[in-house]
């Protein structure tokens, strides 16, 4: 148990579905992240959101919206993503975005585009 | 820019055997780094960190040693068990940078053999 709880595990969505992931965390933590993990690919950073506000969006494409209604939790919408979309989707929380800080990560939710 | 290489794998090795992988770095200043290890079906768990040179982190039975000489931080473990298959993560942060700046290796798939 790692207090960032991702639902749902499993999606498997059409390219013209619109669907939303969430993110929960019990830690109190006031900074909240959105990764993409590829198969053989480094994790990409896709957001950032501090105290509730967006601080970083690592040019993302626009088929993905993230929401951050208070600190503990976290969307990231989805509307008309393409194959190349499935992926394993995590959520991280950190107490804040300085320090040394490690940030906590959600088991993810595994992505699949027909 | 900063960046983490970590030795390929997979990286299949018998219990008992002694583990070690490979991760050095690029970065400016003297950057954070973690370990990460990601077991199947879960998101990453943070293994191990170091802050600065000479720093030895550790936990479960693995260490790693920040060296800043040769910009390297590799994980060791004496004695693997079947229960450290994984895929594990070499990490950084650079110093004063926030902490969506952290970077990770492409990750290293290890499996034990019974």
């Known amino acids: 148990e790692t207090g960032v709880t991702q639902t749902p595990r499993h999606l498997v969505m059409g390219m013209t579905n619109k669907k939303s992931l969430k993110c929960e965390q019990h830690?109190?933590?006031?900074?909240m992240y959105w990764y993409k993990q590829s198969a053989k690919k480094p994790l990409e950073l896709m957001f950032v959101?501090?105290?509730?506000?967006?601080?970083e969006n690592n040019s993302v494409p626009s088929r993905f919206s993230p929401e951050c209604p208070n600190s503990s939790h976290l969307f990231l919408h989805l509307h008309t993503l393409q194959p190349e979309d499935s992926a394993l989707y995590l959520c991280?929380?950190?107490?804040?975005?300085?320090?040394?800080?490690?940030?906590?990560f959600g088991d993810g939710t595994r992505l699949s585009i027909l | 820019g900063d960046s983490v290489t970590q030795m390929e794998g997979p990286v299949t090795l018998s219990e008992e055997a002694f583990l070690t992988i490979n991760c050095t770095y690029t970065?400016?200043?003297?950057?954070?780094l973690f370990w990460y290890v990601q077991y199947p079906g879960e998101g990453l768990q943070l293994l191990l960190k170091?802050?600065?040179?000479?720093d030895k982190g550790s936990n479960k039975g693995f260490e790693a040693t920040y060296r800043k000489e040769t910009t390297s931080f590799h994980l060791e473990k004496g004695s693997v068990q079947v229960s450290d298959s994984a895929v594990y993560f070499c990490?950084?942060?650079?110093?004063?940078?926030?902490?969506?700046?952290?970077?990770f290796g492409s990750g290293t798939r290890l499996s034990i053999r019974p």
């Open positions: 991280a929380s950190s107490p804040g975005t300085g320090g040394d800080e490690p940030q906590h």
């Open positions: 830690l109190g933590h006031n900074a």
């Open positions: 959101y501090s105290l509730e506000e967006r601080v």
């Open positions: 970065a400016t200043g003297y950057p954070s």
């Open positions: 170091a802050t600065k040179a000479d």
């Open positions: 990490a950084l942060r650079a110093l004063y940078s926030s902490a969506s700046k952290i970077i």
